[in-house]
């Protein structure tokens, strides 16, 4: 199995930066995709960023321009830096790992979510 702990969350106003990270650790397979999907109170989770092991990414065009995806693989680490944030970011994050390198479909291991609150 394999357990993922996300750190990084928290409240900013509208136009700052947060740095999420997300380490994994147990059995860890490779390639791999880790990623980071995000919750509104009301809405379905959704696709935020997700790379592969081979540093292929992908993020929604909501974010593109303002958030990157990055990896360390010897340390089992995805980050997310989402810059210039809006109250519509506001949103749990959850960090992903799918044990296939698959860019747009989260694999059965979420983290425990931290919370993104962006004020006006």
């Known amino acids: 199995q394999v357990q993922l702990v996300e750190s990084g969350g928290g409240l900013v106003q509208a136009g700052g930066s947060l740095r999420l990270s997300c380490a994994a650790s147990g059995s860890i397979s490779s390639p791999n995709a880790m990623g980071w999907y995000r919750q509104a109170p009301g809405k379905q989770r959704e696709l935020v960023a997700s790379m592969t092991t081979g540093g292929i990414a992908t993020l929604v065009d909501a974010v593109k321009g303002r958030f990157t995806i990055s990896r360390d693989n010897a340390k089992n680490m995805v980050y997310l830096q989402m810059n210039s944030l809006q109250p519509e970011d506001t949103a749990v994050y959850y960090c992903?790992?799918?044990?296939?390198?698959?860019?747009?479909?989260?694999?059965?291991?979420w983290g425990q979510g931290t919370q993104v609150t962006v004020s006006s």
């Open positions: 992903n790992w799918n044990r296939r390198p698959m860019l747009r479909y989260p694999g059965d291991t």
